[in-house]
């Protein structure tokens, strides 16, 4: 059902006025994890300024250690959905496990899955049995069929609003956090008919190189760019270095735009 035979026109997920999809590119940002309320607000406020329609805040995070911040967990929802109706943005958080959706649902507007679960096929079942958009994260050592078969699992329960987003894959590389896997993007829309995004911050993990990364997905046809912003990244309960300031972002936002690539 995910392939560009059996569907041959591209799918637009559309939410309120904006269309991800087949057309314009769009910008996904926001923080790493939800942290607290005027946290979260600024983020939005610095949004509504750059024009960017989509927030995104981890509240149920898949963290390597236990012992790191496992996110604010249904607050964190709460927070970010406050900070995105007051303006006016729609909101993107990860869930994790099938018992939270409905609840979860409430809060977001797009259900993220993370790379860590992209094969966690009970996850998928539940988000196909959603009527609600998903965005489905590429898992970390995913290949293009592995990846096209998860988005398989939730369309074939009904759900046709899903999305792929590229977020780096491992490879034996180390100067960044993994390797950006930029032919994924023509790949993913020459084999498919879903919107393909591409995350320029957890694939590179490198501030330095996140503006021409989102240049190279948007000139290979990619849909949208999602990228963590933090008003404090130094202080940030989660992907400390790899989050742009509200600056950086701004810059970030300008940056992309002078490619006309993105308006
Ligand atoms: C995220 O986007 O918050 C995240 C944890 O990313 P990934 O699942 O790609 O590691
Ligand atoms: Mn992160």
């Not at 096209?148 to 046709?160: D, F, T």
């Not at 999305?163 to 829309?189: C, F, H, Q």
């Amino acid at each position: 059902l995910v392939s560009r035979a059996s569907h041959r026109e591209d799918t637009v997920v559309q939410i309120g006025d904006t269309a991800i999809g087949g057309g314009e590119p769009v910008l996904v940002a926001g923080p790493c994890s939800v942290e607290s309320r005027e946290q979260v607000r600024e983020v939005a406020a610095a949004l509504k300024r750059a024009g960017v329609p989509v927030i995104r805040g981890g509240a149920f995070k898949p963290r390597t250690s236990p012992y790191d911040f496992q996110g604010l967990g249904f607050e964190g929802l709460k927070l970010l959905k406050e900070a995105a109706d007051e303006f006016g943005l729609l909101t993107i958080s990860e869930i994790v496990t099938p018992a939270h959706l409905e609840e979860a649902a409430q809060y977001v507007d797009i259900i993220q899955i993370g790379a860590r679960n992209m094969q966690n096929f009970e996850l998928l079942k539940a988000a196909g049995d959603m009527r609600k958009p998903v965005l489905l994260k590429r898992g970390l050592a995913a290949t293009m069929d592995e990846f096209l078969h998860a988005a398989e699992y939730i369309v074939s329960r009904g759900n046709s609003q899903v999305m792929l987003i590229e977020r780096g894959i491992r490879t034996y590389e180390k100067w960044t956090r993994n390797t950006l896997d930029i032919s994924a993007v023509p790949l993913l829309k020459r084999e498919s008919h879903l919107p393909v995004l591409v995350d320029v911050s957890h694939s590179t993990g490198r501030k330095d190189i996140m503006a021409p990364c989102a240049k190279a997905a948007l000139a290979a046809g990619a849909d949208g760019i999602m990228v963590e912003t933090h008003p404090n990244p130094a202080a940030a309960l989660s992907d400390a270095d790899q989050q742009l300031d509200l600056g950086e972002f701004a810059e970030f936002v300008r940056d992309v735009q002078s490619s006309g690539l993105y308006r």
